[in-house]
């Protein structure tokens, strides 16, 4: 990409969305393209089309999706795999449909198998089992990596698909039910009477967290670096446990009570480290460390978002 190239960002108002719009403008491109849902419905392939055919962006970031934590993921497993099916089907054969250069697609970790072996590596898809609590969402973005794959052998469609590890940041969805870890647990903490909180699971599950402005920096190298429909992962080589984390976010929080686990819920995947060497090896590294990170996204929660758990 030039730095007149024009780009469209979708999902920008989002979590990784908002993070690669920054990213763009702090480096330097200035021709980005962004829509609101009134806008363009990314869940109706019209409005899609006739977006690229007035547009014509020359390079797609793809970070639209319906996204959430272990009970958003297990309660509403439908709309995760329709919507998300829907959204990437659309944006990928549209991209392809207008000429457009290069596709940046965006996954998660929950992609692979359960119990594979760490640091899970690439070649670790469609190995083994999913986690169960999230199989859906991870179903219909493995739809979005083959499907990138396959425009690109048939068609020469050039594209890149990256798989972070769990991510957090700026504009995370900090719903105590229905967001992601560490969002939920800034909430909680925030909002509680300082006697008790409860979480889901015995607190043992490892988890490696991402700071989204890293992966917006990932992106941006990526789509430099890659064009075959390669699926690259995206880390940050820490790798803590749920219940070290609950204490690090609670001590930023100012939190002195109780953490109590509730193990009638289950862990979700017991330990998913990846091996994003693939990308370290080309000279990329994340910038953020994790309790860095954790004081960034709690400032900015404390600024812009409140959520009441007693309603």
């Given at each position: 990409m030039d730095k007149n190239s024009k780009i469209f960002v979708a999902g920008h108002r989002g979590l990784v969305g908002?993070?690669?719009?920054?990213?763009?403008?702090?480096?330097?491109?200035?021709?980005?393209?962004?829509k609101t849902r009134s806008e363009v419905n990314l869940l109706n392939q019209k409005d899609v089309f006739n977006f690229f055919d007035e547009e014509k962006p020359e390079y797609v970031f793809d970070a639209a999706a319906k996204v959430g934590?272990?009970?958003?993921?297990?309660?509403?497993?439908?709309?995760?795999?329709?919507?998300?099916?829907?959204?990437?089907?659309?944006?990928?054969?549209?991209?392809?449909?207008?000429?457009?250069k290069k596709f940046l697609f965006l996954g998660s970790v929950c992609i692979y198998p359960k119990y594979a072996e760490v640091p899970v590596k690439e070649e670790s898809l469609l190995t083994g089992y999913l986690e169960s609590t999230n199989d859906a969402y991870a179903i219909a973005k493995i739809s979005g990596i083959k499907m990138l794959q396959a425009y690109n052998k048939q068609y020469g469609f050039k594209g890149v698909s990256l798989m972070p590890s769990n991510l957090y940041g700026p504009?995370?969805?900090?719903?105590?039910?229905?967001?992601?870890?560490?969002p939920a647990m800034m909430t909680k903490f925030n909002n509680s009477d300082g006697k008790s909180v409860t979480f889901?699971?015995?607190?043992?599950?490892?988890?490696?967290?991402?700071?989204?402005?890293?992966?917006?920096?990932?992106?941006?190298?990526?789509?430099?670096?890659?064009?075959?429909?390669?699926?690259?992962?995206?880390g940050s080589?820490?790798?803590?446990?749920?219940?070290?984390?609950?204490?690090?976010?609670?001590?930023i929080v100012g939190y002195t009570g109780d953490i109590e686990w509730d193990t009638s819920h289950p862990n979700g995947t017991p330990?998913?480290?990846?091996?994003?060497?693939?990308?370290?090896?080309?000279?990329?590294?994340?910038?953020?460390?994790?309790?860095?990170?954790?004081?960034?996204?709690?400032?900015?929660?404390i600024e812009n978002t409140y959520y009441d758990s007693s309603k």
């Open positions: 908002s993070a690669i719009v920054r990213t763009l403008k702090d480096q330097g491109y200035n021709n980005i393209v962004t934590g272990i009970y958003a993921n297990d309660t509403y497993s439908a709309d995760f795999i329709y919507e998300n099916i829907q959204i990437q089907t659309n944006l990928i054969h549209g991209s392809w449909r207008s000429g457009v504009g995370d969805n900090f719903h105590p039910q229905n967001g992601h870890v560490i889901w699971g015995d607190g043992t599950p490892m988890r490696e967290f991402l700071y989204a402005d890293d992966l917006a920096d990932a992106c941006l190298f990526a789509i430099n670096h890659f064009e075959n429909g390669e699926l690259i992962n995206v080589g820490e790798n803590v446990s749920i219940k070290s984390l609950a204490n690090v976010v609670a001590s330990n998913r480290p990846l091996d994003y060497s693939k990308m370290t090896e080309l000279g990329w590294k994340p910038k953020h460390r994790l309790y860095d990170g954790l004081k960034k996204t709690y400032q900015w929660f």
